[in-house]
C-alpha cells in the first residue's frame, strides 16, 4: 500500500476532528484550510502574477477576484491560493506540479472536494455528491474552467447546449425533431428542466429515476413553471398528468409527432391505460374503460381529444370536456 501526505495528512486530521469535537471553530479551521499542503505558507497572489501572467491578467473578470478585491478574506481563503493552497514551497522551487495543488494531478473526487469547500452550502447541488454525473466521475471542472471560460457567468467549459451535447450527442438529435423544445435555437436551455449538480427524488413517477430532473416550487415537474396553465390543482385532475408525470405521454426533448407525443396517434396512447386491466382509482377498477357509446371503428370516436378536449385536467368536467 502506498502511502501519500494526503492520507497522512486526512488521518492527523480525522484524529484532531475527534479530539476537537467539543470545539466546532478548531474543527471549522480543520477542514476551511485547503487539502494536502498543510503547515506550508500562504505568498499571496501578487507573487503568482510573476510565473503566470496570462492566468494572472484575466483573473480580475473572474468571481473568484471577490476575495482579492475585499481583502476581507482569510489568507486560505483569497485569491490564487483559496484554491491551489499555500505558495510557498511552489515559489521557493520555482515551480513545478508538486509543490502545489495541481487541479491537472488531482483524482476526480478530490476535485469535488476541493469545489465544495466553499461551495457546499446551496439547495441547488445538495444533492452533487450522489448525483450521476459525480458517481460517473464528471466533476466541477469537466464543465466549469476556472481560468478560460469563454463568459465569466456560471465560468462555464462552453457555451451550455454545445457543452452537455459534448457527452450528450443522442439528445442532439432528440432536439433536432420536427417538434422540439427549441433549445438549439436558444429559447430553452437544458438546465430549465435539469439540474446539473443532482436532483432530489421526483415526487411525480415515483417509482422510475429521477434522472436529475429538476424540480420547481412545491416539489413540481419543472414542465409547470413555463407551461403554468397545466398547474391546477383541478376539480377533475386526470390522474395520470399528476401521478405519472408528463412524461408519460409527451416526449420531453423532441418527437416525430405534434404536441411532441409518445405516440402518432392519440388513442394508441390513452388506450395503454384506459383498457379495462389493472385496479386502482376512484372506483378501484383502474382506469375506466371507454363506455360502449365509443365506437373505435369509427374515426369520430378515434381522435379522443376533440371530445376530451381538456385532457390535463378540468374544473367543470369530469370528462373533461370543458
Ligand atoms: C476557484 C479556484 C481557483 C482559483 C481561485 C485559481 N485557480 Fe488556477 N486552476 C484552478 C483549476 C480548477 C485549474 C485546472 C484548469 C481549469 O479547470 O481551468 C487551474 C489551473 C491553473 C494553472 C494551470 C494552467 C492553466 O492555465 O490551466 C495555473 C498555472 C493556475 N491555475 C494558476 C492560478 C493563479 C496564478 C491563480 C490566481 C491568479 C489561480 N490559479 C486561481 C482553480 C483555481
Ligand atoms: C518562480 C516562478 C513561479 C511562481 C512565483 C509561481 N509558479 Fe506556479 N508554476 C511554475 C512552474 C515553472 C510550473 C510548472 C509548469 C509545468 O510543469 O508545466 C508551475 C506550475 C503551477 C501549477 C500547476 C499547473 C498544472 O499543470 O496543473 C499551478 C496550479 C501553479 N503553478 C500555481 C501557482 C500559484 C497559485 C502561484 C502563486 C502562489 C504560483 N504558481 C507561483 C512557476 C511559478
Ligand atoms: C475559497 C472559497 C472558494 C473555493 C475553494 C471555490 N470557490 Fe467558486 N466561488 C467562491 C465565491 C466567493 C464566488 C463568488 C460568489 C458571488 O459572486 O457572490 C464563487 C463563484 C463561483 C462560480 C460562479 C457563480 C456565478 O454565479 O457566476 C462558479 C461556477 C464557481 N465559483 C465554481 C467553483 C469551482 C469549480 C471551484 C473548484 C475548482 C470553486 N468554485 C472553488 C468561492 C470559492
Ligand atoms: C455536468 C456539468 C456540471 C458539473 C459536473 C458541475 N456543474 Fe456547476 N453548473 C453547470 C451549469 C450548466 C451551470 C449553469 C446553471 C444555469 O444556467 O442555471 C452551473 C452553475 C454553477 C454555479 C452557479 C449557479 C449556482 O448553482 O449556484 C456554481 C457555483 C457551480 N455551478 C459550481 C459547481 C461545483 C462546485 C461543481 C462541482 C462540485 C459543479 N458546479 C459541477 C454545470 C455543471
Ligand atoms: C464530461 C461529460 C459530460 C458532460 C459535459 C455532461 N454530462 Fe450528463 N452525463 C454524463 C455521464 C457519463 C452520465 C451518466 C451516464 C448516463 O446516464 O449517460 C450523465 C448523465 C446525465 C443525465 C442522467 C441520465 C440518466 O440516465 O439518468 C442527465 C439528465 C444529464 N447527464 C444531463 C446533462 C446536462 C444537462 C449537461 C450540461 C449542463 C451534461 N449532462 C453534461 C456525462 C456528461
Ligand atoms: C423541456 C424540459 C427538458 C429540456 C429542455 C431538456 N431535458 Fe433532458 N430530460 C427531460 C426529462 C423530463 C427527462 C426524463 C425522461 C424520462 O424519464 O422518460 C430527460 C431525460 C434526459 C436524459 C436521460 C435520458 C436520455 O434520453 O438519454 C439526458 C441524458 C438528458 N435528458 C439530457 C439533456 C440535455 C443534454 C439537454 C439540453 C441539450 C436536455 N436534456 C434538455 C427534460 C428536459
Ligand atoms: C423554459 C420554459 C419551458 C419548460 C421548462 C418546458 N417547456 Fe414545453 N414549451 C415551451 C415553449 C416556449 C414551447 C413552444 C414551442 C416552440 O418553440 O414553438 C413549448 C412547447 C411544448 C409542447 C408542444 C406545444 C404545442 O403546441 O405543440 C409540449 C407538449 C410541451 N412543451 C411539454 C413540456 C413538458 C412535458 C415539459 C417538462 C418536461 C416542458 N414542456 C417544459 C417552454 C417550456
Ligand atoms: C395522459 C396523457 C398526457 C399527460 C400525462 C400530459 N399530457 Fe400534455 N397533452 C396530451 C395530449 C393528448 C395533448 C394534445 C391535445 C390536443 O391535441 O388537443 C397534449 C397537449 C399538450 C400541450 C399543447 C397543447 C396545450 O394544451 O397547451 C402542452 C403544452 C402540454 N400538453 C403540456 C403538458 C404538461 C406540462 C404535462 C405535465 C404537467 C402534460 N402535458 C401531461 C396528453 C398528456
Ligand atoms: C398513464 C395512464 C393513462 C393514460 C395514458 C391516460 N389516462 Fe385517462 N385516466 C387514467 C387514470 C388512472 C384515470 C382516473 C381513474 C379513476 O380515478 O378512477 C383516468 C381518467 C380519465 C377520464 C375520466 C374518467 C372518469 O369517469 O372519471 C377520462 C375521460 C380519461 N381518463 C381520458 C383519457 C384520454 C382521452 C386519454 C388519452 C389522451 C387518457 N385518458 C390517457 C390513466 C390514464
Ligand atoms: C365524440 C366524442 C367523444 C370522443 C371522440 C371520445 N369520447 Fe370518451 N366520452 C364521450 C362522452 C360523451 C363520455 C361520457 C358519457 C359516456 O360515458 O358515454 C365519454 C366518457 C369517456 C370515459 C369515461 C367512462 C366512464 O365510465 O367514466 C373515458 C375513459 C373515455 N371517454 C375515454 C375515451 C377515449 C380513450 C377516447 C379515444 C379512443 C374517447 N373517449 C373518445 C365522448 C367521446
Known amino acids: 500500500m502506498r502511502y501519500s501526505w494526503g492520507m497522512l495528512v486526512g488521518g492527523v486530521r480525522g484524529a484532531l476532528g475527534r479530539l476537537f469535537l467539543a470545539c466546532p471553530a478548531a474543527i471549522f479551521f480543520l477542514l476551511a484550510s485547503p487539502a494536502g499542503v498543510d503547515g ?28 482579492i478585491a475585499s481583502g476581507r478574506e482569510t489568507p486560505a481563503n483569497t485569491g490564487c491560493e483559496s484554491c491551489h493552497g499555500p505558495g510557498q514551497d511552489h515559489v521557493a522551487a520555482r515551480g513545478g506540479k508538486a509543490t502545489i495543488v495541481a487541479f491537472s494531478q488531482l483524482a476526480p473526487e478530490k476535485v469535488v472536494d476541493a469545489c465544495l469547500r466553499c461551495h457546499s452550502q446551496t439547495l441547488s447541488r445538495a444533492n452533487i455528491r450522489r448525483s450521476e454525473h459525480t458517481q460517473r466521475d464528471v466533476v466541477c471542472t469537466n464543465c466549469h474552467s476556472i481560468h478560460s471560460a469563454p ?21 442532439r438529435a432528440q432536439f ?17 428542466c435539469h439540474n446539473p449538480h443532482g436532483s432530489f427524488a421526483a415526487t411525480w413517477n415515483m417509482a422510475a429515476r429521477p434522472r436529475m430532473v429538476d424540480q420547481v416550487e412545491g416539489n413540481e415537474e419543472p414542465c409547470l413553471k413555463c407551461h403554468v396553465d397545466k398547474r391546477g390543482p383541478f376539480v377533475y385532475e386526470h390522474a395520470a398528468v399528476r401521478v405519472e408525470g408528463c412524461e408519460t405521454c409527451h416526449m420531453p426533448h423532441g418527437s416525430t409527432n405534434p404536441r411532441l407525443l409518445k405516440r402518432p396517434v392519440v388513442f394508441t396512447l390513452c388506450l395503454e391505460c384506459h383498457n379495462g386491466f389493472a385496479n386502482f382509482g376512484r372506483r378501484l377498477d383502474g382506469p375506466p374503460n371507454p363506455s360502449p357509446t365509443h365506437n373505435l371503428a369509427d374515426p369520430r370516436y378515434q381522435n379522443c381529444t376533440t371530445c376530451h378536449v381538456r385532457i390535463h385536467g378540468s374544473n367543470a368536467s369530469q370528462v373533461f370536456f370543458r
Open 40 to 67: 506550508a505558507d500562504y505568498v499571496g497572489s501578487n507573487v503568482c502574477r510573476t510565473c503566470h501572467p496570462n492566468v494572472y491578467s484575466t483573473f480580475f473578470r473572474n468571481p473568484h477576484y471577490k476575495s
Open 151 to 171: 463568459a465569466p457567468k456560471f465560468l462555464l467549459a462552453k457555451q451550455q447546449t454545445e457543452l452537455c451535447y459534448g457527452c450528450h450527442s443522442s439528445v
Open 176 to 192: 433536432s425533431m420536427p417538434f422540439k423544445h427549441r433549445v438549439n435555437e436558444g429559447s430553452v436551455q437544458c438546465t430549465d
